[in-house]
């Protein structure tokens, strides 16, 4: 599958601002199966700096600054990205407990790589009641990925999506005992479950696609950033991309952005300002589909 990316961010204050440093995790990865094939960031005004560099995961990460003070900042990010089928089942693969063992011998590069995902982060930290929950998945000797796409089929039942009852501040504690929440809420919850296991299992954000109602045109800007979770099952299977929001194997329909611990590594923008009194936020984003040639 073949898609245009828009993601559109308006900042807007009832002052001026005078200084702001800002990052930006817009740009999709370049994956053995997912093809960027361009990606451009418009800035206005434009910026007195703006540099690119690679973060601590891989992902690419615009730096922009601003020396002079503005009214309103728009942030345009453009992409055309080709998506490939990954896995239509989970793969078959080694218990939990002998994959997690097989991480810390530290024997190739995808392991060591794993290890950064197996600790407590900002977001997504090991508590009691995320190991009493994911237990009932991983009994004892259970395959990770049969295991963990267990896991998710129970989340996407027993969580309730509901953008009302969370912000992005919301302690993924209370997540699960509200079992309510958007993706990015699963995504965390899920990933504090895998940890309290020892599990290796990152946090992915990205796009996916969605359809309008029968008999409805699309409509462009109405999509929304995306979040899911990947889990490391052993070199042989790699990295197995869960969407407990939908109860999914990722597919041909997301489109992977970064990823990291948690959100707090790679949120689409973040920044600081100086000034702006009460700033307002507005986000706009969509997935087209695109004929494939």
């Not at 994956?31 to 434009?46: A, R």
């Not at 009302?164 to 919850?189: I, K, M, Y």
């Not at 969407?243 to 597919?251: A, G, I, M, R």
């Amino acid at each position: 599958m073949k898609y245009r990316l828009t993601h559109i961010t308006t900042y807007s204050g009832s002052e001026p601002i005078s200084v702001g440093h800002n990052q930006a995790w817009l740009r999709p990865r370049q994956l053995p199966y997912q093809n960027c094939e361009s990606s451009e960031l418009k800035i206005s005004p434009s910026p007195s700096m703006l540099t690119y560099r690679e973060d601590a995961f891989g992902n690419t990460v615009a730096t922009f600054s601003f020396d002079e003070g503005y009214d309103t900042l728009r942030i345009e990010a453009k992409s055309v990205v080709t998506v490939q089928r990954q896995r239509t089942a989970a793969p078959v693969t080694k218990p939990w407990e002998v994959v997690n063992k097989e991480i810390h011998k530290l024997r190739t590069e995808a392991e060591f790589q794993a290890l950064h995902y197996v600790y407590d982060s900002p977001l997504a930290f090991v508590f009691p009641e995320a190991e009493a929950y994911v237990r009932a998945s991983f009994s004892p000797g259970r395959p990770i990925a049969e295991a963990a796409t267990h896991l998710m089929q129970r989340v996407h039942d027993d969580f309730k999506f509901d953008p009302h009852t969370t912000t992005v501040s919301t302690p993924v504690t209370l997540v699960l005992e509200q079992r309510s929440g958007v993706c990015q809420d699963f995504a965390h919850v899920m990933l504090s479950m895998f940890r309290s296991l020892g599990v290796a299992a990152r946090y992915v954000s990205g796009y996916i696609r969605t359809y309008p109602k029968p008999g409805q045109p699309r409509l462009v800007g109405a999509d929304a950033s995306h979040a899911w979770v990947s889990v490391f099952c052993g070199p042989d299977a790699g990295w197995v991309d869960l969407d407990p929001t939908n109860n999914l194997l990722v597919n041909d329909e997301h489109i992977t952005v970064a990823w990291g611990r948690d959100y707090s590594d790679i949120p689409p923008l973040r920044g600081v300002f100086i000034g702006g009194g009460h700033p307002h936020l507005h986000v706009s984003v969509d997935v087209e589909p695109l004929p494939s040639r």
